[in-house]
């Protein structure tokens, strides 16, 4: 089995930084796209910011410019680094990853969610 395991969150002033981390681990051969999604009470889930195992990057227009995505590809672990947050940043965020497993078979999946409050 393949588990995702989100850290990083919690309360933070406006204008405030944060640095989410997302681990997997399990039977993994490969991870491909790695990314953030984030849900905000009473909205849909919406895509934050994705990172392919190449490199290549891609952000919501709400994260240009402010979040920053990384991947460290030996440890299969995921980051999102989060400047001049705002009120409109309170979400829970969740970690994906799409994984090609040992026996070759290839999934999608998600963590448990981190919890972001932006508040003064």
């Known amino acids: 089995q393949v588990q995702l395991v989100e850290s990083g969150g919690g309360l933070v002033q406006p204008g405030g930084s944060l640095r989410l981390a997302c681990a997997a681990s399990?039977?993994?051969?490969?991870?491909?796209?790695m990314g953030w999604h984030r849900q905000a009470p009473g909205k849909q889930r919406e895509l934050v910011a994705t990172?392919?195992?190449?490199?290549?990057?891609n952000y919501s227009d709400s994260g240009k410019g402010r979040f920053t995505i990384s991947r460290n590809n030996a440890k299969n672990t995921v980051y999102l680094e989060m400047n001049s947050l705002n009120l409109e940043d309170t979400a829970v965020y969740f970690c994906f990853a799409n994984i090609r497993r040992g026996g070759g078979e290839v999934g999608d999946y998600w963590g448990q969610g981190t919890q972001v409050t932006v508040s003064s």
């Open positions: 990172k392919s195992s190449g490199g290549w990057t």
């Open positions: 399990g039977s993994i051969l490969s991870a491909n796209t």
